[in-house]
């Protein structure tokens, strides 16, 4: 409970705090900020465990574990699409994000990265079933970036998004959640940026009548992973 009046400010924080509390130790903007951090990765961590608990499938950590697994099936399904999706040219110019070149085609200071893969059970949306989803994540980690790449990129706060939910609720409005496939990739990487990644055995699935030895990846679009991917998108 709070004992003293809140301001028209402190209004909107509280409507917007996940317990409908403000923190008592601090009344800046930076302790605010930092709660509703903390509350946001608290939901998030309490959801993935309840999906967990609930949901009868197992999401691996491994390609190994997912291949190896009851539902092998759905997964093979989703490197398969993964793969397509970075093989299908996208927007105006019809570029692929991942472009198959040979080692001899590699620029002599070229960036080569790895890759992990990020695994999810797609809850269904719409008419879009549930469904195993692979992500390719390069290692941007990895990347050498030049002083003028700008990286930032800015994102939705949630305290926005409590704000309006809750003005939603009050006004009596319908909210919808839509999903886009893939959507970095769909955001051209910079001109003068030149990344290039290792090819992981798990293109194998997609790439099955093509000889994947001495090959390698260039990256044209935003790829997931890249520090620079967030900004293009946006």
């Known amino acids: 409970a709070v004992s003293r009046t809140r301001t ?22 930076t302790a605010v900020r930092a709660y509703h951090v903390e509350a946001a990765q608290w939901e998030d961590e309490t ?18 574990q997912a291949l190896a697994s009851h539902q092998a099936a759905q997964w093979e399904q989703g490197f398969y699409d993964e793969f397509k999706s970075m093989d299908t040219p996208l927007g105006t110019q019809k570029t692929k994000c991942l472009t198959l070149v040979d080692a001899a085609d590699l620029p002599l200071d070229a960036s080569i990265l790895g890759c992990k893969f990020d695994f999810k059970w797609k809850d269904p949306i719409g008419d879009c ?33 409590r704000l309006l939910f809750s003005y939603a609720i009050q006004m009596n409005l319908d909210c919808e959640v839509s999903d886009i496939s893939t959507a970095f990739p769909n955001a051209l990487l910079p001109s003068h940026m030149k990344v290039f990644m290792k090819v992981p055995k798990e293109a194998k699935i997609y790439y099955k009548d093509i000889d994947l030895s001495g090959k390698y990846f260039a990256v044209n679009r935003a790829l997931y992973g890249l520090a620079s991917s967030p900004r293009a998108f946006n």
């Open 8 to 29: 028209q400010k402190e209004d909107a924080v509280f409507l917007a705090s996940p317990h409908g509390e403000l923190p008592d130790h601090d009344d800046s903007a």
């Open 129 to 161: 079933p549930a469904r195993a989803r692979v992500r390719c994540c390069i290692c941007g980690n990895q990347q050498r970036l030049e002083k003028e790449d700008n990286t930032f990129a800015p994102v939705a706060r949630m305290t926005t998004m």
């Open 47 to 64: 959801r993935y465990t309840a999906l967990s608990v609930l949901t009868p499938m197992d999401i691996p950590k491994t390609s190994a």
